[in-house]
């Protein structure tokens, strides 16, 4: 009873986590967006992205001992297909991010409630372009996080600065083009919420399937190395 008990407080400790850091996440990186159209781009497309990048690493330092920050669905089932997450937690962690981002975007169309897309991620260019894009940078996202989070002691200390920085680094040179989602709830909360559904389908697929991409190459490398 009492072992049952202390785990029961440790996933509960694991979904707030997951939660809280997502709904971070979501409301400074969408907010950036939001706050930038409302001021006529007085933030500017570098510090929206800095402002993805920052909130991730902030997150990761604040809750990463506690859930192991996934904050993306993307990348906890890319965790489970590297065998490194246990196919239990898979739905609770997965509806504790959406309702984290979902929170966050209700909390951003009340302050809002005239913005039209609520920091939606919407391609510039061609579909085929952004999803493009949004597979590769999440190949790319989550290959570090892989590789940073399964390292020794001291690559743990400095994840939150290789994954922070790597989302930032995307953003800016790619967020003009596709958005620079990288995780699907991201972007289906302000989808939702502003009714920007047209193109979701490409920032649900494409980080996901990115995300599983990095998880095959990882395990191929793992074998190698054994």
């Known amino acids: 009873s009492g072992f049952c008990q202390a785990k029961g407080k440790s ?21 950036a967006i939001v706050i930038d159209q409302q001021t006529h781009g007085a933030i500017g497309h570098l510090g929206i992205a800095m402002t993805f990048g920052l909130i991730e690493l902030a997150m990761i330092y604040a809750f990463g001992e506690i859930s192991g920050a ?5 990348v906890t089932l890319a965790f489970f297909a590297a065998r490194l997450f246990p196919g239990r937690q898979l739905l609770p962690y997965i ?26 991620t919407l391609p510039a260019g061609s579909d085929f372009q952004s999803f493009v ?14 590789n940073v989070s399964q390292g020794s002691k001291e690559t743990g200390v400095v994840a939150g600065i290789a994954v922070g920085s790597t989302i930032g680094l995307e953003a800016i040179f790619a ?9 699907p709830v991201r972007s289906l909360a302000p989808a939702l919420l502003s009714g920007n559904i047209q193109s979701l389908w ?25």
């Not at 509806?95 to 920091?119: E, Y």
């Not at 894009?133 to 892989?146: A, G, H, K, R």
């Open 70 to 74: 996934h904050f993306n669905p993307a």
């Open 11 to 31: 996933m509960i400790r694991k979904y707030t986590a997951e939660f809280m850091g997502t709904f971070g996440i979501v409301f400074c990186g969408t907010g």
């Open 95 to 120: 509806v504790t991010q959406a309702s984290g981002a979902l929170c966050a975007t209700v909390i951003m169309k009340s302050l809002f409630p005239d913005n039209p897309t609520l920091g939606s």
């Open 175 to 183: 967020g003009l083009v596709c958005g620079a989602s990288m995780n």
């Open 202 to 226: 490409i920032y649900l697929l494409a980080p996901t399937a990115g995300a599983f991409m990095a998880s095959a190459v990882w395990l191929i490398l793992q074998r190698q190395k054994d």
């Open 133 to 146: 894009l949004e597979f590769i940078l999440t190949f790319i996202l989550m290959t570090v996080i892989l």
